[in-house]
């Protein structure tokens, strides 16, 4: 769904200030839940997003307008075809989005952004049976692959770098840092 689960996100909140970014890209952002909460805690942040499903454009108000700006830049593609430079940010969030695309892709993506040059990747992800088809007329909120928590401290390890984790009662919570 376009929303996400409440749970993790004053963990992933704490590590958001204590890391401070410069530059964020928010894949599959949905209804901005990210930018909602993380964005008002320091002016001057650029914010990209990469949203598959256009029109959640407007059913959101994604794009910057004068009066609002959520994502100062909005991209409608497939985050697996964007181009690397776009993952060339202080953190990357995968929000919600890895469990609509198979393991493989899942995993290929979080590669390409390590070696795009992401300082910082926050991960969500439900770590239970979380079945869902289409939603609203958008194939791609179908969940694909069911997520282990074990399987993803697995990946996010062979990327090098740290990660911490949280593990909630219905997601999944990584923060994976680049040493520097």
């Not at 410069?22 to 997003?49: K, Q, S």
């Not at 469990?99 to 979080?110: F, G, I, K, N």
């Not at 179908?142 to 997601?171: F, K, N, Y």
Request: charged fraction near 30%; aromatic fraction near 8%; glycine fraction near 10%.
């Amino acid at each position: 769904m376009p929303t996400s689960d409440t749970e993790g996100k004053d963990w992933s909140l704490d590590h958001y200030r204590r890391h401070q970014p410069d530059t964020v890209t928010d894949i599959g952002p949905g209804e901005g839940t990210y930018a909602r909460l993380f964005r008002p805690e320091h002016e001057g942040v650029w914010w990209t997003g990469i949203e598959i499903h256009k029109p959640y454009v407007r059913k959101y108000g994604l794009k910057t307008t004068k009066t609002r700006r959520r994502y100062d830049e909005l991209h409608v593609l497939d985050a697996r075809e964007a181009p690397d430079h776009l993952y060339h940010r202080d953190l990357v969030i995968c929000g919600d989005v890895l469990e609509h695309m198979p393991r493989e892709d899942a995993v290929a993506l979080l590669r390409r952004i390590e070696q795009a040059g992401a300082w910082h990747i926050l991960v969500s992800v439900p770590i239970v049976e979380s079945e869902q088809g289409p939603v609203d007329g958008n194939p791609h909120e179908a969940h694909v692959h069911q997520w282990d928590p074990d399987d993803m401290d697995d990946i996010l390890a062979g990327l090098g770098g740290r990660t911490e984790s949280m593990r909630g009662g219905t997601l999944g919570v990584w923060w994976w840092s680049r040493r520097g």
